[in-house]
């Protein structure tokens, strides 16, 4: 069995789907069902005795060590954190709380158990850490793509927080010997993306006829990674990644926010015309949010030569299966917009003066 932490939110729940759908080994999930935790997209899993979920708090170390001595993981996947720039700059307490106390709390427990283990569970245990490029700060135009040796120059609470998390992991193995890897993701899009996001926002908003907003001149460049070669990814560095060593995972897919607003734009004039015109009627430019980074850029080439992983979808490939998937799965979109999603949003967009 592996222990997947966070495995209700975005990333965790399509490595949930993935993993299953390519092995056997059980799961155990422990979400805590914050906001952006969402048991229906789990929904295909309903019966499967091979998803053991339990809602809990990795800041929990009573629930942790229960829950690692009656299991005994072999691997650890801790996706769980807050992950929202927007969000981390209005409240920033919830992310050290999760994503630095957390994490410490999380290792601390795996520590405890697998310095009992012995023989081959003990060598061939593995912490998995998920982590973000945004780590590594903000590139000018003509930089080169973040390397994994490149400095840590974080510039939100949320990028902080999570910059003092793989600083945690990585000490955690050098002072203790704890068998870790990291793998530093570029910018998620696809299935069960909560829409507070860019992608999922533009396509919810503009099936409701609402404003489309882009930060500033929508010039901030990304490298976008589709969430289904992102679980490929972390499967590959589990599998055969070096333990100590990190990993960076992107889709060689650098693109400007404004770019991607046209590109979801197209594609629902094409799949779902809308009879007031064109989609990109609805683009509204908005106050740019504080210390906005204005480019990642991710360098992969790490794990394509260790480990020979690249990933299987083209941006235009990606995009078309994301926009086609909210199309299909409205229900979910209805139920995971709460009174407090629609707060969020009053809170964020719709006071910034328009541009």
Not at 43 to 50: V, Y
Not at 107 to 118: C, M
Not at 171 to 190: I, Q
Not at 208 to 213: N, T
Request: hydrophobic residues 40%; glycine residues 10%; charged residues 20%.
């Amino acid at each position: 069995m592996i222990l997947v932490t966070g495995g209700a939110g975005f990333i965790g729940a399509n490595f949930i789907i993935d993993w299953l759908a390519a092995s056997d080994e059980p799961v155990l999930n422990l979400d805590a069902l914050t906001y952006a935790g969402n048991l229906e997209s789990l929904a295909t899993l309903a019966g499967d005795k091979r998803h053991v979920f339990v809602q809990g708090d990795i800041g929990d170390r009573a629930l942790l060590d229960r829950l690692l001595a009656e299991h005994q993981p072999r691997a650890i996947v801790h996706f769980a954190a807050e992950s929202h720039v927007d969000r981390s700059i209005h409240g920033p307490g919830a992310f050290i709380h999760t994503n630095v106390q957390g994490t410490f709390t999380l290792l601390e427990a795996v520590r405890g158990y697998w310095s009992a283990l012995e023989g081959e569970r003990r060598s061939g245990f593995r912490f998995h850490h998920v982590s973000t490029d945004e780590v590594y700060g903000s590139l000018g135009p003509g930089d080169a793509a973040f390397t994994e040796t490149h400095a840590f120059e974080p510039n939100s609470p949320y990028s902080a927080s999570k910059a003092a998390s793989d600083h945690l992991v990585r000490a955690w193995h050098h002072t203790y010997g704890l068998p870790v890897l990291t793998t530093n993701c570029s910018n998620n899009y696809g299935p069960f993306h909560f829409p507070e996001k860019l992608i999922p926002l533009m396509i919810v908003n503009g099936l409701a006829g609402k404003p489309l907003p882009v930060y500033g001149d929508g010039q901030q460049v990304r490298d976008w990674l589709y969430v289904k070669d992102h679980t490929s990814a972390i499967r590959t560095v589990l599998a055969g990644g070096r333990v100590g060593e990190t990993y960076n995972v992107g889709g060689w897919n650098e693109k400007p926010n404004i770019e991607i607003v046209h590109s979801v734009c197209a594609l629902l004039d094409e799949m779902k015309p809308d009879a007031a015109g064109p989609y990109a009627r609805l683009i509204t430019h908005v106050t740019d949010r504080p210390g906005h980074d204005r480019r990642y850029a991710v360098d992969a080439r790490k794990l394509e030569r260790e480990l020979g992983w690249r990933p299987a979808e083209t941006f235009d490939s990606g995009i078309r299966n994301t926009v086609r998937w909210y199309l299909d799965h409205a229900d979910w979109v209805a139920h995971v917009q709460s009174g407090a999603y629609r707060d969020w949003v009053s809170t964020n967009y719709v006071q910034r003066s328009a541009t």
